[in-house]
């Protein structure tokens, strides 16, 4: 019923910029927090930033001040701009939002598919 579309991955030198797109789709009655995790081949997968739907935001000791995380409420979309990116930034990057979709009662956690991000040195 909900889908999280994201967009913006590519290949880019260090110190470079990206910016990731996600948008929600699909019979959506509220959004709460948004976020973006990260997951490098081997490791777990990671916070890196979240933003509440008033707008307080939380980053990773290693991103902060390099990267910003943004939201449209009324398009149902979360960003996150990257700058000075760096080679251990490397990782699938994936959106996440707590829902709650129309004609229910409770929220979910729903993931994107996942964008990969790979920085060279």
Not at 22 to 46: E, L, T, V
Not at 61 to 67: A, I, N, Q
Not at 79 to 104: H, W
Request: some cysteine; hydrophobic content about 30%; overall charge positive.
């Amino acid at each position: 019923q909900v889908q999280l579309v994201e967009s913006g991955g590519g290949l880019v030198q260090a110190g470079g910029s990206l910016r990731l797109s996600c948008a929600a789709s699909g019979r959506i009655f509220s959004i709460n927090a948004m976020g973006w995790y990260r997951q490098a081949p081997g490791k777990q997968r990671d916070v890196v930033a979240t933003i509440t739907n008033s707008g307080s935001t939380h980053y990773a000791d290693s991103v902060k001040g390099r990267f910003t995380i943004s939201r449209d409420n009324a398009k149902n979309t979360v960003y996150l701009q990257m700058n000075s990116l760096k080679p251990e930034d490397t990782a699938v990057y994936y959106c996440n939002a707590r829902i709650r979709f129309t004609g229910g009662l409770y929220e979910y956690n729903y993931w994107g598919q996942g964008t990969q991000v790979t920085v060279s040195s």
